[in-house]
């Protein structure tokens, strides 16, 4: 008997879920990195606030925009870019990836400026018919420096309308 509610309340939850990776929805994401993995051996201890906002332009896809920072020693990165991603079936498991612009500052004062891939995949677990919560990785490849290229676990909440 349990088995049988289980599957009836995934099966409402996909039902629900259909309608918010449709054409014309819109799609607000903030979300926070907690957790990451960088390959600069100079990085110890990070936390980064972002936001991502997009329109379906198609069933399952949507063009998303992005702003973030990540506070990390002895550096501190800001970012903005654009991007897409796509939803698997309606079933809320999406790829994304974009173009980024990222500007990295030192703690002695200097700074760079650099361009770069962002790539993301993860689900997105409906808590009511507009509202998810998203846990995803990442990584971000950055073309000029590799060694400021991150990997890491992020998670965010999405809000459908």
């Given at each position: 008997?349990?088995?049988?509610?289980?599957?009836?309340?995934?099966?409402?939850?996909?039902?629900g879920?259909?309608?918010?990776?449709?054409?014309?929805?819109?799609i607000i994401n903030?979300?926070?990195?907690?957790?990451?993995?960088?390959?600069?051996?100079a990085e110890k201890v990070q936390?980064?606030?972002?936001?991502?906002?997009?329109?379906?332009?198609a069933d399952n896809?949507?063009?998303?925009?992005?702003?973030?920072?990540?506070?990390?020693k002895p550096q501190s990165n800001y970012l903005i870019g654009t991007g897409g991603r796509y939803y698997f079936d309606k079933i809320g498991i999406y790829l994304g990836?974009?173009?980024?612009?990222?500007?990295t500052r030192w703690k002695g004062g200097s700074h760079?400026?650099?361009?770069?891939l962002g790539v993301d995949a993860g689900y997105a677990f409906f808590i009511s018919r507009t509202v998810t919560i998203e846990p995803a990785i990442y990584y971000n490849w950055c073309f000029n420096h590799?060694?400021?290229?991150?990997?890491?676990?992020k998670l965010g909440f999405g809000i459908y309308l």
């Open positions: 008997m349990k088995k049988l509610v289980f599957i009836v309340c995934l099966l409402i939850v996909s039902i879920a259909q309608a918010q990776f449709e054409k014309g929805t819109w903030p979300y926070t990195t907690g957790l990451g993995f960088s390959v600069s051996k936390f980064g606030l972002g936001v991502k906002a997009g329109n379906f332009l896809i949507a063009l998303m925009v992005e702003a973030g920072a990540d506070w990390s990836a974009g173009l980024q612009l990222d500007r760079n400026t650099q361009f770069g590799g060694d400021q290229s991150k990997f890491g676990i």
